[in-house]
């Protein structure tokens, strides 16, 4: 089943839906006001895609490629983290709700790869919602807090 959408809504439509993440392998354009790529870091593509996508209609398909995520995943790497970090903050300019948000994933990311304890900072500074809090809680105990990676989708 074929469904005409914008890029745009399906780049940001499939964490809502909480569906695999969506893989471009290309995208063609006219070259007219395409937006500089992210250039500090080398890496950081998802604001860019979304600028890139912008108002342009796309198709979207069944699944071609299935990704499987490996400890050896961009995801889990340290340095793209920490980047990642710094460049959404910068992103968030101040705003306040915003940068709580970008601590919780940061705590998130800590919490899976199992350093509990810098979790649980981030943790304290980030958004004081339920599933926050549980996870706080969950991060006292191991095997709780494996089974909630194994059960549920911790990191987007």
């Not at 870091?41 to 209609?57: E, I, N, Q, S």
């Amino acid at each position: 089943m074929v469904q005409i959408l914008s890029a745009h809504e399906a780049l940001t439509g499939w964490k809502k839906n909480k569906v695999p993440g969506m893989y471009i392998s290309s995208i063609l354009m006219k070259n007219e006001n395409v937006p500089r790529f992210e250039e500090r870091y080398g890496y950081l593509d998802y604001d860019w895609l979304l600028a890139v996508t912008k108002d342009r209609k796309c198709v979207e398909t069944e699944p071609v490629v299935i990704k499987y995520i490996a400890g050896d995943n961009l995801s889990y790497n340290k340095e793209y983290r920490l980047n990642d970090f710094y460049n959404n903050l910068k992103i968030a300019d101040g705003r306040f709700g915003a940068m709580k948000r970008i601590c919780g994933t940061r705590a998130r990311y800590h919490y899976v790869i199992g350093e509990t304890k810098e979790s649980r900072y981030w943790f304290r500074r980030s958004n004081l919602s339920i599933k926050n809090i549980l996870y706080y809680l969950s991060s006292y105990i191991n095997p709780l807090r494996k089974y909630v990676i194994n059960k549920f989708r911790v990191m987007a």
